[in-house]
């Protein structure tokens, strides 16, 4: 699978001439159709330190629980894979007011990537805080340039989430928005830790149902992994009890990732998949959640 990279530096993309070089010679390694897949992380890495560079460890080529590795590194008809690097060491809030300079960046990236290969399907798969650079991108891209956004844990609150997709770009983008209960600690500290005491500012975690486009799957719920397994995509239970990795880690994820990237129809026929199923207990607005799935009134 072509793997490649690009890194952002402030709002700009980092070595553009470099990155079309890079991109141009993975295009041409990769089956006519393959689609392209642009990998975004979240907290804690940095593409100038060795140790905590995006592109050594989450993309790849040789970690075992790389994405790349994980989008099929070695068969022939695997996406183009292309790292995104952005700065998100320090402290969460710092990170967080980072992201959208980071977006305009990825959408730099986003638009050459189009340019370059106009046939193929590009997609953002981003976890944590990366799901809010992904959404901020939205504003400074074409309408149709990515078609789907895969949130993994995102980092995001829903009113921030709604402002970012309310434009052109936004609007043509079918969204997976993969949550666990493994995350719900991360979760709870996000809604805490910024926004205590404030009515109607949960994470994404909650979900956006009803948003046209907008497709949620909550793996901590068996009747969505028997709806996935009934669809031809099984997903093993979840595997410890708390786990911010646990939107990629779970066996049989990427699996699921990697056909939405090329097949338009996935995300409608899950959606459809899950509404005729039994549905899950979702909290009433304004309920709080607690580990574990614990509820609390508020």
Not at 87 to 112: C, D, K, Q
Not at 186 to 194: K, L, P, Q, R, T
Request: proline fraction near 9%; charge should be positive.
């Amino acid at each position: 699978m072509p793997l490649t990279h690009a890194n952002a530096e402030g709002p700009r993309l980092e070595d553009p001439a470099g990155t079309v070089a890079r991109l141009r010679s993975a295009l041409a390694e990769a089956a006519p159709d393959a689609p392209i897949a642009i990998m975004v992380h979240g907290l804690s890495y940095s593409p100038r330190t060795p140790a905590r560079c995006p592109h050594r460890k989450l993309y790849g080529p040789t970690c075992p629980e790389a994405w790349g590795r994980r989008l099929g590194q070695h068969d022939a008809d695997a996406p183009v894979a292309l790292g995104f690097g952005w700065e998100s060491r320090g402290s969460i809030w710092r990170a967080y007011a980072r992201a959208p300079e980071a977006g305009r960046a990825l959408a730099e990236l986003t638009e050459i990537a189009a340019a370059l290969a106009p046939e193929r399907r590009i997609s953002l798969i981003a976890h944590s805080l990366g799901a809010r650079v992904a959404l901020q991108a939205l504003r400074h891209m074409a309408p149709g340039t990515a078609r789907r956004a895969i949130l993994l844990a995102a980092c995001e609150f829903r009113p921030a989430a709604a402002r970012a997709l309310d434009c052109a770009a936004g609007a043509a983008l079918d969204v997976l928005n993969v949550t666990a209960r493994q995350n719900r600690l991360y979760d709870m500290a996000m809604e805490y830790g910024f926004a205590p005491g404030r009515r109607g500012h949960a994470t994404l975690s909650r979900g956006m149902a009803g948003r046209p486009g907008w497709h949620d799957l909550d793996l901590s719920c068996a009747t969505a992994r028997a709806t996935l397994a009934r669809i031809g995509h099984p997903v093993a239970a979840p595997q410890t009890w708390v786990c911010h990795g646990a939107t990629y880690l779970t066996p049989g994820l990427f699996d699921l990732y990697r056909s939405a990237l090329s097949d338009a129809s996935l995300l409608p026929r899950l959606s459809a998949a899950l509404a005729s199923a039994s549905p899950p207990q979702r909290p009433a607005p304004g309920t709080r959640l607690l580990p574990f799935g614990q509820r609390s009134p508020s």
